[in-house]
């Protein structure tokens, strides 16, 4: 069983940095992509950052510039280093990821639990 754990989430001031950290585990075969997504109050979830096994990335439009994905292949891992955070990144933030735990069987989506992010001074 395959599952995604976060860290890093916190309270932080405006202007400052916070890094997420993301963990799977479990019977994996292969990561198709892993990422977070956000979900604040009143808002629906979104997208913040992917990264796929191609060496792709994607960010929303929001936190262009100011938030960096990374992921480490052999500790089946993604990191969210945001910089310059902003009262509207205060949110639920969540781990995803596209996993195979078998070559012959279908893929899965796993989320995190969530870890919370406030922004606030």
């Known amino acids: 069983q395959v599952q995604l754990v976060e860290s890093g989430g916190g309270l932080v001031q405006p202007g400052g940095s916070l890094a997420l950290s993301c963990a799977a585990s479990g019977t994996i075969f292969r990561i198709v992509a892993m990422g977070w997504y956000r979900q604040a109050p009143g808002k629906e979830r979104e997208l913040v950052a992917q990264t796929d096994a191609g060496g792709s990335i994607k960010y929303a439009d929001s936190v262009k510039g100011r938030f960096t994905i990374s992921r480490n292949n052999a500790l089946n891992t993604v990191h969210l280093q945001m910089r310059s955070l902003k009262p509207d990144d205060t949110a639920v933030y969540y781990c995803?990821?596209?996993?195979?735990?078998?070559?012959?069987?279908?893929?899965?989506?796993?989320w995190g639990q969530g870890t919370q992010v406030t922004v606030s001074s």
């Open positions: 995803n990821a596209y996993i195979y735990s078998l070559m012959t069987a279908p893929g899965d989506q796993y």
